[in-house]
Protein backbone atom coordinates (compact mmCIF):
# COMPACT_ATOMS: atom_id res chain seq x y z
CA UNK A 1 0.00 0.00 0.00
CA UNK A 2 1.35 3.32 -0.63
CA UNK A 3 0.76 6.60 1.44
CA UNK A 4 1.39 10.45 0.68
CA UNK A 5 2.18 13.61 2.26
CA UNK A 6 3.10 17.48 1.26
CA UNK A 7 5.31 19.30 3.67
CA UNK A 8 8.37 21.54 3.83
CA UNK A 9 11.71 19.97 3.38
CA UNK A 10 13.49 20.63 6.09
CA UNK A 11 17.01 18.92 5.59
CA UNK A 12 18.58 15.79 2.72
CA UNK A 13 21.23 14.00 4.24
CA UNK A 14 24.09 12.14 2.36
CA UNK A 15 23.93 8.70 0.70
CA UNK A 16 25.16 5.65 3.10
CA UNK A 17 26.76 2.90 1.47
CA UNK A 18 25.56 0.24 3.89
CA UNK A 19 26.71 -2.65 2.09
CA UNK A 20 28.56 -3.21 -1.05
CA UNK A 21 24.97 -3.94 -2.98
CA UNK A 22 23.02 -1.51 -0.11
CA UNK A 23 22.68 1.87 0.16
CA UNK A 24 20.26 4.61 1.93
CA UNK A 25 20.03 8.04 1.97
CA UNK A 26 17.57 9.86 4.72
CA UNK A 27 15.45 13.49 4.57
CA UNK A 28 13.35 15.03 6.71
CA UNK A 29 9.93 16.84 5.86
CA UNK A 30 8.04 19.53 8.05
CA UNK A 31 4.36 18.80 8.02
CA UNK A 32 2.07 21.62 9.73
CA UNK A 33 -1.25 21.20 11.03
CA UNK A 34 -3.59 23.70 12.23
CA UNK A 35 -5.62 21.64 15.58
CA UNK A 36 -8.61 23.76 16.59
CA UNK A 37 -6.19 27.19 16.31
CA UNK A 38 -3.05 25.76 17.51
CA UNK A 39 -0.42 24.86 14.64
CA UNK A 40 1.58 21.23 15.63
CA UNK A 41 4.86 20.83 13.53
CA UNK A 42 5.80 17.50 12.84
CA UNK A 43 8.82 16.41 11.61
CA UNK A 44 9.16 12.62 9.36
CA UNK A 45 12.04 11.05 8.51
CA UNK A 46 12.18 9.08 5.33
CA UNK A 47 14.62 6.99 3.80
CA UNK A 48 15.29 5.89 0.02
CA UNK A 49 17.26 2.67 -0.71
CA UNK A 50 19.20 1.43 -3.41
CA UNK A 51 18.83 3.66 -7.30
CA UNK A 52 15.87 5.88 -5.37
CA UNK A 53 18.64 7.81 -3.25
CA UNK A 54 18.49 10.36 -6.09
CA UNK A 55 14.71 11.29 -5.74
CA UNK A 56 16.20 14.54 -3.43
CA UNK A 57 18.91 15.59 -5.05
CA UNK A 58 16.77 18.12 -7.38
CA UNK A 59 14.82 20.04 -4.48
CA UNK A 60 15.96 22.57 -2.15
CA UNK A 61 15.68 22.81 1.44
CA UNK A 62 12.48 24.88 2.02
CA UNK A 63 11.00 23.99 -0.81
CA UNK A 64 7.29 22.39 -0.44
CA UNK A 65 7.33 18.71 -1.96
CA UNK A 66 4.57 15.62 -2.12
CA UNK A 67 6.19 12.99 -1.16
CA UNK A 68 5.36 9.09 -2.10
CA UNK A 69 6.06 6.67 0.14
CA UNK A 70 5.73 2.65 1.31
CA UNK A 71 6.03 1.10 5.37
CA UNK A 72 8.16 -1.02 5.86
CA UNK A 73 8.56 -3.03 9.09
CA UNK A 74 11.46 -5.09 10.53
CA UNK A 75 11.78 -7.60 13.55
CA UNK A 76 15.45 -7.32 14.36
CA UNK A 77 16.91 -10.04 16.87
CA UNK A 78 20.32 -9.23 18.56
CA UNK A 79 21.56 -10.63 21.63
CA UNK A 80 18.40 -12.32 22.70
CA UNK A 81 16.37 -9.10 22.48
CA UNK A 82 13.83 -8.40 19.82
CA UNK A 83 12.94 -5.38 18.26
CA UNK A 84 10.78 -4.02 15.58
CA UNK A 85 11.90 -1.15 12.79
CA UNK A 86 9.28 0.60 11.12
CA UNK A 87 10.62 2.40 8.02
CA UNK A 88 9.33 5.37 5.93
CA UNK A 89 10.23 4.32 2.19
CA UNK A 90 10.20 6.99 -0.22
CA UNK A 91 9.98 6.33 -3.84
CA UNK A 92 9.20 9.13 -5.44
CA UNK A 93 8.99 12.94 -4.82
CA UNK A 94 7.39 15.79 -6.53
CA UNK A 95 7.56 19.72 -6.13
CA UNK A 96 4.02 21.46 -4.69
CA UNK A 97 3.68 25.26 -6.17
CA UNK A 98 3.00 26.95 -2.94
CA UNK A 99 -1.03 28.18 -2.41
CA UNK A 100 -2.10 25.67 -5.19
CA UNK A 101 -4.61 23.01 -4.79
CA UNK A 102 -2.55 19.85 -4.27
CA UNK A 103 -2.60 18.08 -7.56
CA UNK A 104 -3.87 20.98 -9.60
CA UNK A 105 -0.52 20.99 -11.70
CA UNK A 106 -0.85 17.66 -12.66
CA UNK A 107 -4.29 15.88 -13.09
CA UNK A 108 -7.70 17.30 -15.03
CA UNK A 109 -10.55 18.74 -13.84
CA UNK A 110 -12.99 15.81 -14.88
CA UNK A 111 -15.89 17.66 -13.49
CA UNK A 112 -15.80 20.47 -16.78
CA UNK A 113 -16.90 20.01 -19.73
CA UNK A 114 -14.02 18.31 -22.12
CA UNK A 115 -16.08 19.26 -25.08
CA UNK A 116 -14.70 21.18 -28.20
CA UNK A 117 -16.97 23.62 -28.98
CA UNK A 118 -18.49 23.24 -32.62
CA UNK A 119 -17.24 26.89 -33.74
CA UNK A 120 -13.78 25.14 -33.42
CA UNK A 121 -14.43 22.15 -35.34
CA UNK A 122 -12.17 21.37 -38.75
CA UNK A 123 -16.28 21.77 -40.76
CA UNK A 124 -16.75 18.93 -42.96
CA UNK A 125 -13.97 16.27 -41.91
CA UNK A 126 -15.55 16.11 -38.57
CA UNK A 127 -17.94 12.93 -37.99
CA UNK A 128 -18.18 10.83 -35.48
CA UNK A 129 -17.18 8.21 -36.71
CA UNK A 130 -14.17 5.93 -35.60
CA UNK A 131 -10.52 5.93 -37.53
CA UNK A 132 -10.67 2.36 -37.29
Request: charged share 25%; net charge negative; proline share 3%.
Amino acid sequence: MSFEIIGKLIVKYNTVQRSETFKTREFVIEKSDDINGRVINNYIKFQCVQDRTNIVDRFNEGETVKVYFNIKGTRWEKDGKVNYITNLDAWRMESVVAGAAPGADRMPNYNTSQEVPASQGGGAQDTDDLPF
